[in-house]
């Protein structure tokens, strides 16, 4: 009989511990990873997560713990599930303790901030791995839906295809089916770039400007992803698939989405601090709307929703100023 896989998910956000309870329901073992010891042994003793999914009964075979380098040893898998600005810190730390063989396995939907680098290329850049142990997990997986073991589909991503085949079979269950995709590239910026288009639509619901305008957001959101995405050699097929288009509709059309409640509390007229300080938890696309436009600026890639977007979120512009802005560009033709 195979011994089963091994699986660490540093992180116990809400995330982290939904992707932690489908790998458990297929099968593995996993350990979370929590900072804080207090959270650790409550997700034991209680058999929840009571600060990011309370109410939610976790599978048997997960199991928590503060202890870093006892979550990391011999696991098959290491799952990264924290915020994509510390990622680099935390990674640091974590570097000398990783199995050897582990395949990194990144959540993490951002784009660093200064570098303009995937989440990928900062594994890579810190750890030392290579492309082939690097892998990502992204489509549209709203955590609470997927926690209640609602259907989803996702998009298990690597450069290598064996390496995606073995994490698309640790994480295959009746309710998640997971999709194969070597473009790591696409996939990545899919997923970054939908919260930054995320936080738009929200923003033009609080707002109160109507589906012609959401539906026109996410469309030409998905055109400026794709243009920095063949900038940075993606292939173009992928933003109409799962990593691309779903997950973007996903996000702008659900209230579960942090970065469009993030943007309609923006567009009913909080202010940044405000919203803040009523989210709970990270919205990527706050942070990662700078780094993005900075990473299609370097590429010579024009993304004016993006760029509104840091105009609001991070200059002070008033949304209705900034959306006056946005429908007086030069009109052009759609395929440019």
């Keep these: 009989m195979s011994k089963p896989v091994r699986v660490a998910v540093m992180g116990t956000g809400s995330w982290g511990t939904a992707f932690g309870?489908?790998?458990?329901?297929?099968?593995?073992?996993?350990t979370l990873w929590a900072?804080?010891?207090?959270?650790?042994?409550?997700?034991?003793?209680?058999?929840?997560?009571?600060?990011?999914?309370?109410?939610?009964?976790?599978?048997?075979?997960?199991?928590?713990?503060s202890d870093a380098a006892g979550a990391l040893r011999d696991a098959d898998f290491t799952v990264l599930a924290v915020p994509s600005q510390t990622l680099r810190a935390n990674l640091a730390e974590w570097t000398p303790l990783l199995a050897p063989g582990t395949v990194l396995v990144s959540l993490m939907k951002g784009v660093e901030l200064?570098?303009?680098?995937?989440?990928?290329?900062?594994?890579?850049?810190?750890?030392?791995?290579?492309?082939?142990?690097?892998?990502v997990v992204t489509g549209p997986n709203l955590a609470r839906e997927i926690a209640a073991r609602m259907p989803a589909a996702a998009v298990v991503?690597?450069?290598?295809?064996?390496?995606?085949?073995?994490?698309?079979?640790?994480?295959?269950?009746?309710?998640?089916?997971?999709?194969?995709?070597?473009?790591?590239?696409?996939c990545e910026l899919g997923g970054a770039v939908k919260n930054v288009i995320g936080l738009a639509v929200g923003i033009a619901d609080g707002m109160g400007l109507g589906d012609n305008a959401k539906g026109s957001l996410i469309t030409r959101g998905l055109a400026e992803t794709t243009r920095l995405g063949m900038a940075l050699g993606a292939d173009p097929l992928t933003f109409s698939g799962l990593a691309g288009l779903g997950d973007l509709v996903a996000t702008c059309s659900s209230p579960l989405s942090r970065n469009h409640t993030f943007g309609t509390n923006l567009g009913?007229?909080?202010?940044?601090?405000?919203t803040i300080a009523v989210t709970r938890q990270t919205a990527e696309g706050v942070k990662s709307c700078e780094s993005v436009a900075d990473l299609a600026r370097r590429h010579g890639v024009e993304m004016p929703i993006a760029e509104t977007v840091v105009d609001i979120v991070h200059e002070g512009k008033p949304p209705v100023v900034a959306l006056k802005e946005l429908m007086s560009r030069s009109a052009k033709p759609e395929r440019r």
């Design 21 to 30: 309870m489908v790998l458990a329901d297929a099968g593995c073992e996993v």
């Design 35 to 65: 900072r804080r010891t207090e959270l650790a042994e409550a997700v034991n003793s209680t058999r929840t997560n009571p600060d990011y999914l309370p109410g939610v009964e976790l599978p048997e075979n997960l199991r928590a713990t």
């Design 114 to 135: 200064g570098s303009a680098m995937r989440m990928s290329e900062v594994i890579d850049d810190v750890a030392k791995v290579g492309a082939d142990r690097i892998a």
């Design 157 to 186: 991503a690597c450069t290598d295809e064996e390496v995606a085949r073995r994490l698309q079979a640790a994480c295959h269950t009746s309710y998640f089916r997971p999709y194969t995709n070597t473009d790591v590239v696409g």
């Design 268 to 274: 009913r007229g909080m202010t940044l601090e405000e």
